[in-house]
Nanobody, 121 residues
Framework: VQLQASGGGLVQAGGSLRLACAAS????????MSWFRQAPGKEREFVVG???????YYADSVKGRFTISRDNAKNTVYLQMNSLKPEDTAVYYC????????????????WGQGTLVTVSS
């Protein structure tokens, strides 16, 4: 599986962005898909994940503001980010795994290249 993330950019606090992660391959619907982020000088952290069946799990820091969805017909997972805060500034990565969804980045086999989200105050 190859993953291509897009949609990052510069936005003011309170604004919105929509990230997309397009996947190659015919078995996309079998993968749990997650978004991680990494801010400068910090460790990569779990943001949100969606299982093959569609159930989701959100980090507390983004609950109520971010929404993950997947379109299996388009082999794409989306991350709608609303009410963005400066602390959301990071490189956002999409990741895929055939194992159960996990918050641990080491549980993912495939990674996109990352897309930078910058939120100005």
């Amino acid at each position: 599986v190859q993953l291509q993330a897009s949609g990052g950019g510069l936005v003011q606090a309170g604004g919105s962005l929509r990230l997309a992660c397009a996947a190659s391959g015919r078995t996309f619907n079998s993968y749990a898909m997650s978004w991680f982020r990494q801010a400068p000088g910090k460790e990569r952290e779990f943001v949100v994940g969606i299982r093959s069946g569609g159930s989701t799990y959100y980090a507390d820091s983004v609950k109520g503001r971010f929404t993950i969805s997947r379109d299996n017909a388009k082999n794409t997972v989306y991350l709608q980010m609303n009410s963005l805060k400066p602390e959301d500034t990071a490189v956002y990565y999409c990741a895929a795994t055939l194992r159960p969804l996990t918050l641990d980045y080491r549980g993912y086999d495939y990674w996109g290249q990352g897309t930078l989200v910058t939120v100005s105050s």
